[in-house]
């Protein structure tokens, strides 16, 4: 009779989880609109001048006339509510909807970890009130918030099914943890899926695209052996691989050069190491610069690269003191931006991240699994040491937190979490 009730709690409880999640989100965009508050920041604007673009049949165009300076996936997905009525609120809480759903992967992780349904409710409930997520960014026209979704299900689709049976489940718990606990790699059907959603990360952001086979070497790594991690891996490398080929041949066909990702990260490595670097973003000024002038975009992109390079060589002090300005930047336990650094914002942040990151380093100590926590802090670990080199920013440490809440729901699991069984990962 438990076996039966079990699942449907956790589905109940999930349910209510995502609609939290959805209210606050929801609520917050339209007290934002209520206020009148409309785009704000540079990225915004022209992120929905590029979705305007694609609305009026123009394609992928950016203010310089450009036509792969951005991935396509969140132009295209704003570009759906340009023409409505209203088109600004409805995108806000589409947007924040997708949000809401980061609930559910991260909720079905934490459940697959711990035979003990607390830790799960713990780490969903968290995603769900995440400060940063709720009001910091779900009314934002920017990638994190549909991001954090995409990234958080990826993880959960390539997550290796290879690791250990949890350790002594009741028996109110025994069908949902053995279910959930498997002791191969990955079914191959769920790593293509991985590697589908993956792909619509790098659409996103393609600052995640060497995350991939990051991702792929820790499931060989961390797999009971490497012939059973080596599958999946390899399928969800060539999934993404094959999702990003239209792109890379539309690239070819439009700019008449091979490019894998897009034409900004020349200068987004000059945000991060030009002349006039201080950790955060300042690009204005390269509008104007002249030695950019009649360039065409493939140039353009060549120019930032080859200049932040010999920058970076003619100084690596500089670098190096950027990298550690940076680092506190992205973990900065509150806002960075001047106009956000109220006291009671500031307050509710930081109490916000010595909370949780208290609770999470609990839960390490606590469960002592070293192959599930360094997959975990996988992706903190690739996108902190990533904006060291580019930009540091609070925003980019946010899609990394739904995982880290998964730790900090082993800080309230039961007692039994602790006893390791034979064949644990610790």
Same mark, same amino acid.
């Not at 959805?22 to 007290?31: D, I, K, N, P």
């Given at each position: 009779?438990?076996d ?5 709690r ?11 999640a959805?209210v =606050? ?16 920041f ?7 001048r590029?979705?305007?673009?694609? *609305? ?8 310089f ?7 396509p ?15 600004l ?8 909807? =997708? ?14 970890l711990?035979?003990d ?5 713990l ?28 990234? %958080? ?16 489940p ?10 959930? *606990? ?7 059907g ?6 589908? %959603?993956?792909a619509?990360c ?23 052996s ?21 792109w ?8 008449g ?13 000059y945000?991060?190491?030009?002349p ?9 000024y ?5 030695? =950019? ?26 670098v ?15 806002p ?6 109220t *006291?009671v914002?500031?307050? *509710? ?6 909370l ?6 609990a ?6 699994r ?12 690739y996108?902190?040491l990533?904006h ?12 990394t937190?739904?995982?880290?809440? =998964?730790?900090s ?12 069984s ?5």
């Amino acid at each position: 009779m438990h076996d039966d009730v079990t699942p449907v709690r956790s589905a109940r409880t999930l349910l209510w989880l995502l609609l939290a999640a959805a209210v =606050v989100r929801g609520g917050w965009v339209c007290l934002q609109q209520a206020r009148g508050v409309g785009l704000l920041f540079p990225d915004e604007f022209e992120y929905w001048r590029v979705a305007e673009s694609i *609305a009026a049949g123009r394609g992928l165009v950016d203010e310089f006339g450009f036509r792969a300076t951005y991935m396509p996936l969140y132009p295209a997905f704003l570009a759906l509510f340009v023409k409505l009525p209203h088109g600004l609120l409805l995108a806000r809480l589409a947007q924040a909807a =997708v949000g809401a759903a980061a609930v559910v992967p991260v909720f079905m992780l934490a459940r697959r970890l711990s035979p003990d349904p607390r830790a799960a409710v713990l780490a969903g409930l968290l995603v769900a009130l995440d400060p940063f997520l709720v009001f910091g960014l779900s009314h934002l026209m920017l990638t994190e918030t549909i991001f954090t979704t995409l990234l %958080a299900t990826a993880i959960v689709l390539a997550w290796p099914t290879h690791g250990r049976r949890p350790a002594r489940p009741t028996e109110r718990d025994r069908q949902p943890a053995e279910a959930l *606990a498997g002791r191969g790699g990955p079914p191959l059907g769920r790593a293509l899926a991985a590697g589908v %959603a993956f792909a619509l990360c790098i659409y996103t952001r393609p600052s995640v695209a060497a995350f991939v086979p990051v991702w792929s070497v820790a499931l060989v790594v961390t797999a009971r052996s490497e012939r059973r991690g080596l599958g999946p891996a390899i399928g969800m490398l060539l999934a993404t691989a094959a999702l990003l080929t239209p792109w890379v041949i539309r690239n070819r066909v439009v700019l008449g050069r091979w490019r894998v990702l897009s034409t900004r990260s020349g200068i987004s490595l000059y945000d991060g190491l030009g002349p006039r670097a201080a950790g955060g973003s300042d690009l204005a000024y390269t509008k104007s610069m002249e030695e =950019v002038r009649g360039l065409s975009e493939v140039e353009w992109d060549a120019f930032f690269t080859r200049e932040s390079i010999r920058m970076a060589r003619e100084n690596p002090r500089r670098v190096l003191r950027l990298a550690g300005i940076k680092f506190l930047r992205t973990w900065s336990p509150v806002p960075n931006e001047p106009g956000s650094r109220t *006291a009671v914002k500031m307050v *509710a942040s930081a109490g916000w991240m010595v909370l949780t990151l208290g609770m999470a380093t609990a839960g390490v100590f606590r469960r002592r699994r070293p192959r599930e926590t360094l997959l975990l802090l996988l992706p903190a670990l690739y996108f902190t040491l990533l904006h060291m080199v580019y930009v540091g920013s609070v925003r980019y440490r946010v899609p990394t937190m739904p995982p880290i809440y =998964v730790l900090s729901g082993w800080a309230v699991a039961g007692r039994a979490e602790e006893r390791p069984s034979r064949g644990s990962d610790g």
